[in-house]
């Protein structure tokens, strides 16, 4: 099926060259819409989703309609013909939403992807605009300038830079790639509103490109033909941003030695045939599979509506058995071998099994970055009574209860919702339950929120006679992470906590509780863990 496409793709570029209308220039656009996106499409496709069932109901419509824009004379027909083409790439770019919602932020490579499939609806809308003659700001050849740009640029390199991370993904990937998804748009501003802009986007280009041509370097690839051809491909770019750096900078001294025109036939050339034609075929010739996997672990079936609090706890507990339940889990032994009862501290276990019979005192500090956010956030969170965290960083009480919740309503193993309040009001609603993949054993959590709930999965570790529970995934077959589950989707987060509980000289726990979002610090709650049958002077204590 793939070579009948790829066959037909050269079919229609042949029909453009041999039967064109317009000038030559073009065609690089042309070219790039029936032959390097539908080939690089079949790439990332997979036979067995949406997208590669009706794959052809809007594709050869939208690829024929670019042909006879092409070869035939302006005429009445014209708009609807790009916009059979624009409807195209919106569904590509509602594809890349759709493989999004089912991974989420995990696996950068294959996010470089989906930004990519995104990217190409906005070609389309360039090109329509193009076509259409509709009044955007700038000149004629500089609309279709940026509907090229948008169908090489933030759509072919976009996903050669993430089969690369599907191969090897080094340590600054995922900063490389960031610059490479972020240029584009950089770009589009400079070039609407500053020369300087427009300037700093190509430098950025130019970091970005130069470090992926040393990663290629490094890439074990399997087929020698492949090797080469990927290394020119990413090498050619080496040589045309230089250029493209040196129009910038013409354009922001009035100095213009280097010309549209000599970009369009020296840049446009590099492009479109050692860039993308070279490329496209190098990764033809054996595409990396991708590391994406289906979660598999239960998660939990109850979700909120508009308020939780109070109101979320009178559907999913039942008050009448708020004491069958004592502690997070009944025994802490179910993590065993990750943990050792043995060697642990016996506080620790013991407030995990008999929670209730603790007292929790809690200072919330969050980063300065962050703040003005959390200020918002506390304007919703008052409302919907969920994740209310004071914004004060003084240390207060947190009282609480653990009520039972129905298995067939969670749909996981002895689920308990343990509830935290401050002054009375709610503060966290958050049910606990626990599941076992591959012999390890996580704790698994699930917040309810408005029409639907966060997933946190922690992974248990003792350090010493300490505890540690992690959402951070050490290995990508682990199940640890932060989700989000609305409708049948169940989306990674961009957000890691762990949690660090030890006991002190004097019998006492304190936990730390760290939270990060996209691997930057925003938040440290500290807790002081009392037994309530023993007595102690809070107000000489400090969680310093």
């Not at 656009?29 to 496709?45: E, K, M, R, S």
């Not at 490329?279 to 308020?307: D, E, H, L, Q």
Request: aromatic fraction near 16%; include cysteine; glycine fraction near 6%.
């Amino acid at each position: 099926m793939r070579s009948k496409r790829m066959h037909f793709s050269v079919v229609l570029f042949l029909f453009a060259v041999f039967l064109g209308q317009d000038s030559t220039y073009l065609l690089m656009l042309t070219v790039a819409q029936v032959a390097y996106v539908p080939l690089t499409l079949q790439l990332i496709v997979k036979k067995n989703d949406w997208f590669g069932r009706f794959y052809s109901y809007f594709s050869i419509p939208a690829y024929i309609s670019v042909i006879l824009l092409y070869i035939t004379n302006y005429s009445g027909w014209d708009y609807l013909l790009a916009g059979i083409y624009l409807l195209f790439t919106c569904i590509v770019a509602a594809y890349g939403l759709s493989r999004f919602l089912t991974r989420g932020f995990v696996h950068f490579e294959e996010f470089c992807i989906d930004i990519a499939l995104f990217n190409l609806s906005i070609g389309g809308m360039w090109f329509f605009a193009h076509i259409a003659n509709i009044d955007t700001g700038f000149s004629p050849i500089i609309t279709w300038l940026t509907a090229i740009h948008f169908h090489y640029a933030a759509f072919l390199l976009p996903i050669f830079v993430g089969l690369l991370g599907r191969i090897n993904k080094p340590p600054f990937y995922p900063l490389a790639a960031g610059i490479i998804l972020i240029s584009p748009m950089i770009l589009a501003i400079g070039i609407s509103f500053s020369v300087w802009i427009e300037w700093i986007s190509v430098v950025f280009y130019i970091i970005g490109i130069y470090t992926f041509i040393f990663f290629t370097l490094r890439v074990p690839f399997s087929h020698r033909l492949q090797k080469w051809l990927v290394h020119t491909s990413f090498g050619s770019l080496g040589v045309t941003i230089l250029f493209s750096f040196l129009y910038a900078l013409g354009r922001l001294s009035n100095d213009f030695s280097i010309s549209i025109d000599f970009m369009l036939r020296f840049h446009g050339f590099f492009n479109c045939i050692l860039f993308a034609l070279l490329g496209v075929i190098g990764w033809a010739i054996r595409v990396p599979p991708t590391k994406t996997k289906n979660w598999t672990f239960p998660v939990s079936k109850i979700r909120g509506t508009m308020v939780i609090g109070e109101k979320t706890l009178n559907v999913i507990g039942n008050r009448q058995e708020s004491g069958s339940y004592n502690g997070l889990v009944d025994e802490l032994d179910i993590y065993e071998p990750a943990i050792n009862l043995n060697t642990l501290a016996p506080t620790v276990r013991d407030f995990y099994e008999n929670t209730l019979d603790y007292q929790l005192y809690a200072e919330i500090k969050r980063k300065n970055w962050f703040k003005p956010f959390a200020v918002i956030y506390r304007l919703i969170s008052a409302v919907i009574q969920q994740i209310n965290l004071p914004l004060s960083s003084k240390r207060i009480e947190m009282t609480g209860d653990i009520l039972k919740i129905n298995e067939d309503l969670d749909g996981r193993s002895l689920p308990r919702a343990w509830v935290r309040k401050i002054n009375d009001k709610v503060t966290f609603i958050a049910l606990y339950s626990w599941h076992r993949t591959k012999e390890r054993t996580y704790m698994n959590i699930a917040l309810p929120l408005p029409w639907s709930s966060m997933i946190g999965i922690l992974e248990l570790n003792q350090i010493g006679n300490e505890l540690q529970l992690s959402s951070k995934k050490q290995h990508a077959n682990f199940d640890t992470g932060i989700y989000l589950a609305w409708n049948k989707y169940l989306l990674a987060l961009p957000i890691e906590e762990t949690f660090h509980v030890k006991e002190t000289d004097d019998g006492r726990l304190y936990a730390q509780h760290n939270m990060w979002f996209f691997s930057i610090p925003i938040l440290k709650i500290t807790y002081l863990i009392t037994r309530r049958d023993r007595y102690y002077n809070q107000k000489d204590d400090s969680l310093s």
